[in-house]
């Protein structure tokens, strides 16, 4: 305990003069996490992106999560659809979240960063001996016991012991100060008054069942609903205290005076207070005491019967109270815990363990994890039929967007030596490798669609607006979604998968090259597919993904870098088409013109709106009339990230958003397509040609980000390709 607590002391009456109308102090599990989600913010930028690719405009993407990617929907469900019911007293409140996805979904990283975020929680007061840490306000269960006691105590009987057991009430309730702290106008303190037949006083409230007491005093100091819900009966060793009961030798604590102490949120390797996990037993290994407790072999016979000292309320449901209890592989636990665990949900309690009889109230956040088979096969068990309504379940799929399964790998990369420097024993990784691999992942999990090549989904599915070929109106997003498969996101390539394929090539090219190209990545995946894959179906559809689809989207992409290193200043003339882009966008969002450096107007109201229109609808993203003002409500969204990451206004870089990035580029490249040229014929150089190459290499090098061997390679494949530069 002593490692728990801070030095903030309170008497029961201080405390609540002082912070009892704090809604921090006595707030939920579930609440806490809501407001540490919403107290982070909302990312804009990402808002924005992910209401435009879904075509819904309730999504919301929070900065507490943004180091997550392409999970918006699943982050936003838990949320939205599980905390702020919940909050609201909702069924949610009584439900433990199951997480199901696939191997590598980001899982446990999500349930690691909510453990973060109660770590990053204030202190939370609790009684004094109290080892699953009561709610303070959990000390009014104890006014009705402790009137009965004195009145018992006075030799009172039937009509007289009544009265007097309201009047001690009345006392105790004055005594901690709630005749001026209770707003006795408060509309749920008065409807609990009028429903029980007494008056909204502090003797209306002596009168009231403990249940009734305690939610008329939440009211009434105006605390939500969701706080009543986080307040029951105090543990044993609580009860003993205020009754002088046992270890206390008659010397009861009063309920004013009783002591309030704060604790913080400690995860498993430092105490496990308020945070705990769970891993998943074995029938044969199950041990309940893990669970809700032991008995204290230590003092065998030093106690009498009833003496809380008996047991030790260290299981995890006592430790994970007032916060988060995380279950993994939970759905694998035998019945007797499942038993603890519907306890916990459906009744608020947790047994106590022998050899007292009875339970503690619970307070906390279950999250489970599993997978779908597992879930699949515990909820088809008949005995497990009451389990389906305190299970909220949630779809945690692989990213399905190009941009965020590249953020993925990228992140999984970074996380190795490979991604040190070259000169300091790391690989170079080319610029169009991660997108190679992004669109891989994201083909291996879309489910097919008759109406549409792989890849036009694939690039629909990230927000381009595309069209199909012979197809006069473009792709919709929406109908794609709903004529997928519901495995689609469930299955499909890993981003750990991926990792190992990218390293194994790494360590391959250290001394030979020192980088990671997507050739080598295509060559090297087609052998792991051909050595690890038993499926000849599944076999046959990666083989060809890597041959069709990746192939051609590979050759566009590196064509356009030669094309564009082929031209001096491209960067800079793309940052400049860029910078009048970003000029005219924004005369759009305020509806004025476009002013020179002197003060004139140089377009409309509403800046050039041929302008945009040119730039936004390339044929890789074809931005339609309809969806421009979305789209160019993202990239406002994108620059201001983009200003408040950097804490810069200028100078915003056109790469800041990758849509209008790959517009640009293709626009400017539209003026330079001639240079293929170059590439018809090896004999008949001309000086002037093979400095015109060398000047693309150094280009390839320093502008664009390739390695000096990666350069010269891909130089000589489009050399030795005749239509590598050919445009589709």
């Known amino acids: 305990m002593e490692n728990t607590t801070t030095s903030n002391k ?18 939920s599990s579930k609440s806490r996490l809501l407001r540490l989600i919403e107290n982070s913010g909302e ?21 507490a999560f943004k180091m997550f990617f392409g999970v918006d929907r699943a982050v936003y469900t838990v949320v939205n659809s599980f905390l702020v019911p919940a909050t609201m007293g909702g069924e949610t409140d009584k439900q433990a979240v199951v997480l199901i996805g696939p191997p590598g979904a980001g899982k446990s990283d999500f349930v690691t960063r909510i453990k973060s975020l109660y770590r990053q929680a204030a202190p939370i007061p609790f009684l004094k001996h109290s080892r699953n840490h009561d709610n303070p306000l959990s000390l009014f269960y104890m006014v009705q016991f402790v009137a009965e006691q004195k009145a ?21 309730l004055t005594e901690c100060g709630l005749d001026s702290l209770l707003d006795f106008d408060a509309t749920g303190l008065k409807k609990v008054c009028a429903d029980a037949g007494v008056s909204a006083s502090i003797e ?7 249940d009734s007491l305690v939610t008329a005093v939440v ?26 009961q046992y270890g206390f030798n008659k010397k009861a604590v009063k309920i004013a005076d009783y002591p309030i102490e704060y604790m913080r949120f400690t995860d498993d390797y430092s105490g496990s207070n308020g945070i705990v996990d769970v891993a998943e037993v074995q029938p044969l290994n199950f041990d309940i005491g893990e669970w809700i407790g032991t008995e204290n072999i230590g003092q065998l016979g030093q106690f009498s019967e009833g003496d809380p000292r008996s047991i030790n309320l260290n299981g995890a449901f006592n430790k994970g109270n007032r916060g988060l209890v995380i279950l993994t592989e939970g759905l694998k636990n035998p019945p007797e815990a499942q038993r603890v665990l519907l306890e916990a949900l459906q009744g608020r ?8 009889a009875g339970s503690v109230f619970f307070d906390g956040l279950i999250i489970i994890h599993s997978n779908e088979g597992e879930y699949d096969k515990f909820i088809k068990v008949r005995e497990n039929e009451p389990y389906c309504d305190r299970f909220f379940r949630i779809w945690f799929p692989y990213p399905l967007e190009m941009s ?37 992942e994201v083909l291996t999990r879309i489910s097919a669609d008759q109406s549409v090549p792989l890849n036009v989904k694939a690039d629909a599915y990230d927000g381009r607006e595309q069209r199909a070929r012979g197809m006069g109106t473009k792709v919709s997003v929406q109908d794609l979604r709903e004529r997928a498969s519901n495995r689609e996101g469930l299955q499909g390539q890993s981003p750990r998968e991926t990792n190992k394929v990218m390293q194994a090539v790494a360590a391959n090219v250290i001394g030979r090259g020192n980088t990671v190209t997507s050739a080598l990545m295509r060559d090297a995946l087609r052998e792991w597919y051909k050595g690890t894959v038993t499926d000849e179906k599944r076999l046959e559809f990666l ?34 088409t860029w910078d009048k882009y970003l000029d005219n966008i924004m005369a759009w969002s305020t509806n004025q013109s476009v002013k020179s450096s002197t003060g004139y107007s140089k377009s409309s109201p509403g800046g050039d709106e041929s302008f945009m229109r040119e730039i936004e609808s390339d044929p890789d993203w074809g931005v339609t009339s309809a969806e421009a003002n979305k789209f160019r409500a993202e990239i406002l969204a994108a620059v201001n990230q983009w200003i408040r990451d950097n804490n810069r206004t200028k100078g915003v870089p056109y790469t800041c958003h990758t849509a209008v990035q790959k517009c640009l580029e293709r626009f400017v490249l539209k003026k330079v397509r001639t240079g293929a040229r170059l590439f018809s014929s090896t004999s008949a150089r001309s000086n002037e040609d093979r400095a015109k190459i060398n000047a693309a290499k150094a280009r390839l090098v320093e502008k664009y980000g390739f390695s000096d061997w990666s350069a010269d390679e891909l130089l000589r494949e489009a050399e030795e390709n005749s239509d590598f530069l050919v445009e589709r």
Not at 14 to 26: C, I, P, Q
Not at 152 to 172: H, P, Q, S
Not at 219 to 244: D, I
Not at 549 to 568: F, G, I, N
């Open 43 to 63: 990312n804009t930028a990402a808002t924005t992106r992910v209401r435009r690719i879904y075509g819904n405009d309730s999504l919301v993407s929070f900065d």
């Open 543 to 576: 083989l060809g993904v890597l041959r069709n689809e990746l192939d051609e989207v590979r050759r566009r992409t590196l064509s356009q870098a030669v094309l564009a290193s082929m031209v001096e200043g491209f960067q800079d003339e793309a940052q400049a």
């Open 404 to 440: 965020q399964a590249r953020r993925v790998i990228e992140k999984f990369w970074s996380g190795s030596e490979f991604a040190k420097a070259v000169e300091k024993g790391g690989v170079h990784v080319d610029p169009d490798v991660f997108d190679y691999l992004a669109r891989l």
């Open 349 to 356: 309690r947790v047994k106590l363990p022998a050899p007292l």
């Open 204 to 210: 209306g409230l002596a009168r009231l069942d403990s």
């Open 152 to 172: 018992d105590a006075e030799g009172l009987m039937d009509d007289a012991f009544t009265a007097r057991v309201t009047e001690l009430k009345a006392e105790i």
């Open 10 to 27: 309170f008497s029961f009456r201080t405390w609540l003069a002082a912070r009892g109308k704090d809604v921090k102090e006595t707030e």
């Open 219 to 244: 009211a009434g100091l105006g605390l939500p609903r969701s706080t009543r819900a986080a307040v029951g009966n105090p543990e044993p060793m609580v009860q003993a205290a205020v009754l002088g």
